[in-house]
């Protein structure tokens, strides 16, 4: 499995794409969050019957 957690959203489909591998993205925000701001970084990977599912969240610009 290719590692992809902390990395934004746009490279590791990116990376995943590449190696030709089948992959869906869902996205996670607190329940509170109105603004949706930053960048949508991996902060979950988990592979199921050769998909690899990424949770994703919005990080603010800070840590790019």
Known sequence: MIDLLGRLLVEAEQEL???GVAFEVI???PPNNKENEGFPRVIRQQEKEGVQYLTVCRIPDAYK
């Open 17 to 19: 794409t590449t190696q």
């Open 27 to 29: 996205e996670s925000a």
